[in-house]
């Protein structure tokens, strides 16, 4: 399968500050998919990246992937305490499940 | 809410004994799958169906069991429990659109393997 390796594994920050979290794979991904899951909830789906060197936002949110489709960034404008949680990304392996990295922990600080 | 149920959604079980976990959609997705939550680890993939009687192995699947002999229904069984069994374990659906495939997840079962 694909597998993809995010960092850092934790970040502390103050709110209104900003935060990035990456992704990197070693293979070319077809797209990619980032998951937020709030301290003691289930990962909710936020958005897929399929084309090359793609950006979307949502909101705060801003989600880049890579030229080369091998990597994938996460990038959040004047942090809120909402934030607070653990943002995956995800890779299909072979079409039927999804490859999940180990996630961002974002702790914000009022 | 993609119409997910597990259940339970906590349990306590002692080492050797079986324990079997319930999944319930109500979208009749095909696909299906369990993930295991473990602080370091991520989220890793179990098992995962692709249709009635169809399935198979992920990353982690060595211990647990599943069967899906309806489409609503995937259950994961440990067979005998053991204490690294002891983890959130969530289930997922995936949803097809023309946009691509989507997971969502149930809320998840919290496992304790004393």
């Known amino acids: 399968g694909q597998q993809v390796m995010q960092i850092p594994q934790y970040q502390h920050v103050q709110e209104g500050e900003d935060f990035t979290t990456y992704c990197n794979s070693s293979?070319?991904?077809?797209?990619i998919q980032w998951y937020k899951q709030r301290p003691g909830g289930h990962p909710v789906f936020l958005i897929q990246?399929?084309?090359?060197?793609e950006v979307k936002k949502q909101k705060r949110l801003t989600f880049q992937f890579g030229e080369a489709k091998k990597n994938s960034s996460l990038h959040i404008t004047a942090t809120q305490t909402t934030d607070v949680g653990t943002y995956f990304c995800?890779?299909?392996?072979?079409?039927?499940?999804?490859?999940f990295g180990k996630g961002t922990s974002l702790l914000v600080t009022p | 809410d993609a119409g997910i149920t597990q259940s339970p959604r906590h349990k306590v079980t002692e080492t050797g004994t079986p324990v079997t976990l319930r999944c319930h959609q109500t979208?009749?997705?095909?696909?299906m799958y369990w993930y295991r939550q473990d602080p370091g680890h991520g989220l890793r993939l179990i098992h995962y169906?692709?249709?009635?009687?169809?399935?198979d192995k992920g990353e982690v699947s060595d211990g647990y069991s599943v069967s899906r002999s309806k489409t609503e229904d995937f259950l994961l069984t440990l067979e005998s429990a053991t204490s690294s069994q002891t983890s959130v374990y969530f289930c997922?659906?995936?949803?097809?659109?023309?946009?691509?495939?989507?997971?969502?997840f149930g809320e998840g079962s919290w496992l304790t393997v004393v």
């Open positions: 997922a659906i995936r949803k097809d659109s023309f946009s691509g495939n989507t997971i969502y």
């Open positions: 293979t070319t991904l077809s797209n």
């Open positions: 990246l399929v084309k090359s060197g």
């Open positions: 995800a890779a299909s392996n072979s079409g039927y499940a999804l490859n």
């Open positions: 979208e009749n997705h095909r696909y």
């Open positions: 169906s692709y249709g009635v009687k169809d399935t």
